[in-house]
């Protein structure tokens, strides 16, 4: 009896995840086939849903010949950070086995697909900008006062506010909350939960500090 080799077969599958809140990615995914070594790259076809599921599919026959090879597999969604995938494969797990099809037909599939898993892609990191005033006078910046991110730690390096009671810091920590703490002369130590929004590359607060 001839044995034919399966004309799809699914190589790669998965759901690309938010890498801070584990859910759907906030823009769609993008997957590009970067390397297929020894082989053909064009004979894959990929499948992406607006939910970031992922599928490739491969002619077995044509693309995936049973030889050591390498995938490389690149992922990415506006305000991500992209990521690569190796997948590698050795001649055992892409040899021929045989499998039985519907009216007693036999054909051949390759023994180690597919390859199942999740992606997390990790989101751009966002600026702060804040104001720290007094909170018995709203309209009275804390000229002098230290502000530093004390959660997640290390955190970054305390920075002083400026005149008018402005600080900044470029890029935070790629978390869901972070925490400042917030300390000057003549008032109380305090800290302030925030958490960050990464569809706006800079966020925005307001803090307060009470007088001893």
Do not use: C, K
């Amino acid at each position: 009896m001839s044995r034919d080799v399966l004309s799809r077969q699914l190589v790669r599958a998965g759901q690309a995840l938010d890498g801070v809140t584990g859910g759907r990615l906030r823009a769609p995914l993008r997957l590009e086939i970067r390397a297929l070594s020894p082989g053909r790259a064009q004979m894959l076809a990929v499948s992406i849903t607006p939910e970031g599921l992922f599928r490739l599919h491969a002619d077995p026959q044509s693309a995936l010949a049973p030889a050591a090879t390498t995938l490389r597999l690149g992922f990415a969604a506006d305000g991500y950070a992209p990521f690569e995938e190796t997948q590698a494969f050795t001649a055992a797990q892409l040899a021929r086995q045989p499998v039985a099809l519907p009216g007693g037909a036999v054909a051949e599939r390759i023994a180690g697909l597919p390859r199942i898993g999740d992606v997390r892609l990790m989101p751009l990191a966002v600026a702060l900008r804040g104001t720290v005033h007094r909170a018995d006078d709203p309209d009275a910046p804390v000229p002098g006062a230290r502000i530093r991110v004390s959660l997640p730690a290390p955190g970054l390096p305390e920075i002083a506010v400026g005149p008018g009671g402005a600080f900044a810091f470029a890029a935070l920590p790629v978390v869901a909350e972070i925490t400042l703490a917030a300390t000057a002369p003549g008032f109380r130590p305090a800290s302030f939960r925030h958490r960050l929004d990464f569809t706006q590359a800079i966020n925005r607060t307001s803090l307060t500090l009470a007088p001893v």
